[in-house]
């Protein structure tokens, strides 16, 4: 009887693993602070559940901060013909998002520009967060 109770609350727990790795577009990221920078790609990550691109980006003092670009998920990606081998490191690029709410060097990727200004869809559209007004700075 205990090792049934056992296995039976292992198997809630490894299922509501999934749930907490996902996370709120509006929890993350700010709607209202579009960025766009230009670097060169340190990284790629085609990994679930998203798939990142790492760029250094240099400011005009010349230093260098590598940002945390987050996209659609691999799967989303290449349905929609963003293949793996569109960005790779070396790469420069020019890339929109929404940057974090805790203002760290990282964002929800939404649009690609490559060296031969071919655009792609990275990531989608902001999501305005619940009770909020278009332009509204939360």
């Known amino acids: 009887m205990k090792s049934r109770l056992f296995l039976a609350g292992a198997a809630v727990f490894m299922a509501a693993i999934p749930v907490t790795a996902h996370h ?3 929890a993350e990221y700010d709607a209202q602070a ?3 920078l230009t670097g060169v ?3 790629v990550e085609w990994t679930n559940p998203h798939a990142y691109i790492y760029v250094d980006v240099k400011d005009a003092s010349g230093k260098v901060t590598t ?3 987050e996209g659609y998920p691999p799967n989303t990606l290449t349905r929609t013909g963003f293949t793996r081998h569109i960005v790779t490191a070396g790469d420069t690029i020019t890339i929109t998002g929404y940057r ?3 203002n ?3 964002a929800a990727a939404r649009e690609v520009t490559t060296a031969d200004g071919k655009k792609y869809n990275f990531g989608p559209a902001a999501q305005e967060a619940p009770n909020s ?5 939360q």
């Not at 007004?133 to 700075?137: E, F, L, R, T, V």
């Open 24 to 26: 709120s577009f509006a």
């Open 133 to 137: 007004s278009k332009g509204a700075k």
């Open 34 to 36: 579009l960025v766009t």
């Open 104 to 106: 760290a060097a990282r």
């Open 100 to 102: 974090a709410r805790d």
């Open 67 to 69: 940002w945390g670009m």
């Open 41 to 43: 790609v340190s990284k």
